[in-house]
């Protein structure tokens, strides 16, 4: 909805013309979900195969009013007919869309109808929205008659009200650019590194290719990422930044970097919006989101307006930073949902600050706002060696039994009669299966056709009561949504696998569209921006990030050299001890006196990471039983925030004694113990992931896919979190400590490779051999 400049003319897209000016009323979601972004392009494309040889698809229209240049594409012409279409698709009943979404269908069919009788010289024209539903592939035209006339009067008033805010967004675009072009660094220095980093982020702006950045922790990526991209803008003509974390304390460095930039220019007008997710921002969880059910929804785009104008001002105030609850004081203030006025707001917004799931996922908000208002947008990915994990999330789905059999009992009858065809189609999926654990390599027809029938009989139910289904029903219909749009795109990149569950006596087994490789749902992500920088202290080997996540060919690599030197790190390769499941055991003592002796020559504080909560119980019991004098506290699962923080308070300068935590969990990453509130880790797992049949057939797959089988399954998953968790000694140039890593496969010569370049390890045994002292634990070389 941003209006940009082109040539000294304003721009606005049709259908951000329109929600800006036709949306009135309530917010109401009833209508909803609506189509995925793929069934949305299917849907269309299925109608414009249907029409004659002579209609013209995707017809580019603009025009100009006053200053204002409005443009965008109508779906198709039937230049015989005389009729201009407009598609939307649904998946829902038709007759229970809302009064104000119809009229806002309408404004943009009116908006390209006068576009086009003015190229085309036509006095008069027929319009159609065409509603397409997507379960059913029927169409559903509704058809007016409109003289240009009519339509040129129409186009004016919609200008006309847009102007005078297109008009200050406009201002407000020439003096944040102009302000950007003499930004200077917030600090005094760039750190070793960080300028070589910010000319990189700078160059893949201006060339608009992706970057993919390894530099250590340290050097202030966030900040160093962001300035320079803030300095792009006004030459790349930049509409907008989004810098995209996987973790709450990812977001937060960037909006206090973010301050920090603005504190040292405090007359630049930069927009920064914080997203937060809906069950986050949400003030009625018990509500459902329209106006007869929340009192926040009930007026929305009457009030919109107002807050919109009051969030701006708010925002000048607080140096251009819209955090969360500066967004939720606006809203309340003018009785709106806090959610949606944050989606209104990134339109205005220079900067947005949010999870990766906003850009990656599925049904990514930022994603199709940029798409479709043709924003030009630079993308910041902030530690994403995460990408892989959670881009696999995004894109895999499960059905489970025991929540079909939890939605069953609380359906109503209608429901429950569908759910229970359902449940018999899903028997049959597994009625021959011996193995626990099997894949397939398709859903069969069948079962998608039941899942689909399920589907669309709870939404018609949904639509009409949304309060009287239970959240157990409701939960389910999102997730066979979620199952049927995977289905339909299944391929290479992914497993459809059966588990049987433990009651399978009765019938049940999980199934699961499970995504291995994202690269080709990423790929489009990527290529829909101007450029994306994709950053972390570990993004190696490059190899296997650019073949999960599916970056460009023409990707530009960095490797940052390190600003820490070897002398502050001892790293030792403990190679006597095993930590293969079935040393276990042997492996507790060795360990727990390691650990006491490293204590003994240097007490202070140490994270001790290990493969599993069982493993961090054993040796932790073991650990007090021996050494009862050495403070020690353990990680357990599923901590609250409280408790993490309980966690990490009891690293102090003045502190010492032992956490134990487990490897890539909570403590192994994204956290900072600088100086004596952390001199030492031992880390005595490879973080190989396990071996067991899922690991197994996704090894297959890689191999496949890749000729890499278990470096991508096991080695380079593992190791990365090792160098990550090993990455919480060191924080900055003056931190001295000591990282063992405990198991004798540590001195392969491939698992080596993957170190830090700087690392100079040492082998060194942890059990003593003769009795003094002196030769136990003694570095070998
Ligand atoms: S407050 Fe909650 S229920 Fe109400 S509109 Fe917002 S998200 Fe929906």
């Given at each position: ?174 003096l944040r650019n102009q302000g950007l072009s003499v930004l200077s660094f917030p600090h005094a220095a760039f750190r070793p590194g960080q300028r070589e980093l910010a000319e990189a982020v700078y160059k893949s702006a201006s060339?608009?290719?992706?970057l993919?950045l390894q530099a250590p922790t340290g050097i202030g990526k966030t900040v160093g990422t962001i300035f320079p991209l803030l300095k792009a803008c006004a030459k790349q003509?930049l509409?907008?930044v989004?810098f995209?974390a996987?973790?709450?304390p990812g977001r937060q460095l960037a909006l206090d970097a973010l301050a920090l930039i603005k504190h040292a220019a405090p007359a630049l007008p930069l927009r920064v919006?914080e ?40 925002a000048a105030l607080h140096h251009g930073l819209?955090d ?26 220079d900067v947005?600050v ?24 630079s993308?910041l990915?902030d530690e ?147 450029s994306?920088a994709?950053f972390s202290a ?20 960095l490797d940052v050299d390190s600003p820490f030197s070897?002398e502050q790190l ?83 300068p ?16 994204g956290i900072d113990l600088p100086g004596k509130r952390l ?48 990455g919480r000694v060191i924080r900055n140039e003056s931190d001295r400590g ?18 830090p370049?700087w ?23």
């Amino acid at each position: 909805m941003t209006a940009t400049t082109d040539k000294e003319t304003l721009v606005v897209a049709v259908r951000a013309l329109c929600d800006f000016t036709a949306k009135r009323g309530d917010l109401d979601l009833r209508f909803t979900p609506s189509p995925s972004a793929i069934e949305g392009m299917l849907g269309h494309r299925l109608v414009a195969m249907r029409r004659p040889a002579h209609y013209e698809r995707e017809v580019s229209l603009s025009g100009d009013y006053k200053d204002l240049r409005v443009r965008g594409r109508a779906d198709g012409y039937d230049a015989l007919a005389g009729q201009l279409e407009e598609v939307k698709t649904y998946c829902a009943r038709l007759e229970s869309m809302r009064e104000n979404h119809r009229q806002l269908h309408w404004a943009q069919v009116k908006i390209y109808g006068h576009l086009l009788c003015k190229r085309d010289g036509l006095t008069q024209i027929k319009l159609a929205l065409v509603y397409f539903n997507i379960v059913t592939q029927d169409e559903t035209l509704l058809v007016e008659s409109h003289s240009a006339e009519e339509l040129r009067l129409y186009f004016e008033s919609q200008c006309e009200s847009y102007l005078s805010w297109g008009r200050q967004e406009l201002a407000h675009r020439a003096l944040r650019n102009q302000g950007l072009s003499v930004l200077s660094f917030p600090h005094a220095a760039f750190r070793p590194g960080q300028r070589e980093l910010a000319e990189a982020v700078y160059k893949s702006a201006s060339s608009g290719r992706c970057l993919m950045l390894q530099a250590p922790t340290g050097i202030g990526k966030t900040v160093g990422t962001i300035f320079p991209l803030l300095k792009a803008c006004a030459k790349q003509s930049l509409d907008k930044v989004f810098f995209l974390a996987a973790k709450t304390p990812g977001r937060q460095l960037a909006l206090d970097a973010l301050a920090l930039i603005k504190h040292a220019a405090p007359a630049l007008p930069l927009r920064v919006l914080e997203l937060v997710s809906k069950v986050k921002a949400c003030e009625y969880p018990d509500k459902a989101c329209h106006g007869d059910s929340c009192p926040l929804a009930q007026g929305f785009y009457d009030r919109l307006p107002a807050a919109r104008v009051a969030a701006i001002d708010a925002a000048a105030l607080h140096h251009g930073l819209l955090d969360k609850n500066a967004t939720r004081a606006v809203a309340l203030a003018h009785s709106i949902c806090p959610y949606y006025l944050s989606q209104d707001l990134l339109h205005w917004s220079d900067v947005v600050v949010g999870d990766y799931n906003y850009y990656f996922d599925v049904n990514a908000m930022l994603y199709a706002q940029a798409q479709a208002n043709q924003w030009r947008v630079s993308v910041l990915v902030d530690e994403a060696h995460n990408l892989v994990e959670r881009a696999r999330k995004m894109y895999s789905a499960e059905l489970d039994p025991a929540d079909l059999a939890t939605a069953r009992k609380a359906a109503p009858p209608a429901i429950r009669r569908v759910l229970d065809r359902l449940r018999r189609s899903w028997l049959k999926l597994h009625q021959d299966q011996s193995e626990n654990y099997q894949v397939y390599e398709k859903v069969p027809p069948d079962f998608c056709v039941a899942l689909q029938q399920t589907s669309s009989a709870i939404l018609e139910y949904l639509t009409e009561q949304p309060l009287e289904l239970a959240p157990s029903v409701q939960g389910f219909f999102f997730a066979a949504l979620h199952f049927s749009r995977m289905a339909d795109v299944l391929g290479a990149h992914s497993l459809f696998d059966i588990t049987l569950a433990q009651d399978h006596g009765q019938g049940g087994a999980v199934l699961c569209l499970r995504n291995v490789i994202p690269a080709p749902f990423l790929t489009p992500r990527f290529a829909a921006a101007h450029s994306v920088a994709l950053f972390s202290a570990t993004l190696g080997p490059a190899n296997y990030y650019r073949d999960l996540l599916g970056v460009p060919e023409d990707t530009a690599w960095l490797d940052v050299d390190s600003p820490f030197s070897a002398e502050q790190l001892s790293v030792r390769l403990v190679n006597d001890v095993s930590t293969r499941f079935q040393h276990r055991s042997d492996s507790l003592l060795p360990i727990t006196d390691l650990m006491a002796r490293q204590y003994a020559q240097a007490p202070g504080n140490y994270l001790c990471f290990v493969s599993s909560f069982d493993y961090l119980a054993q040796l932790l019991e073991l650990f007090r039983a021996r050494y009862p004098d050495i403070p020690a506290w353990g990680q357990s699962r599923g901590m609250e925030e409280s408790a993490k923080k309980g966690f990490l308070d009891r690293f102090t300068p003045q502190s010492s004694g032992i956490g134990f935590a487990v490897l890539g969990g909570a403590f192994a990453e994204g956290i900072d113990l600088p100086g004596k509130r952390l001199i030492g880790a031992f880390i005595a797992t490879l973080g190989l992931p396990q071996i067991n049949p899922v690991n197994e057939q996704i090894r297959l797959r890689m191999e496949a896919s890749f000729g890499r089988g278990y470096n991508y399954t096991y080695l380079y998953p593992g190791l990365q979190k090792v160098v990550q968790a090993a990455g919480r000694v060191i924080r900055n140039e003056s931190d001295r400590g000591v990282i063992y890593l405990i198991d004798d496969r540590y001195m392969d010569a491939q698992v080596r490779r993957l170190f830090p370049s700087w690392w100079h390890p040492q082998v060194f045994r942890a059990r003593r051999r003769v009795e003094s002292e002196a030769s136990a634990g003694r570095c070998l070389d």
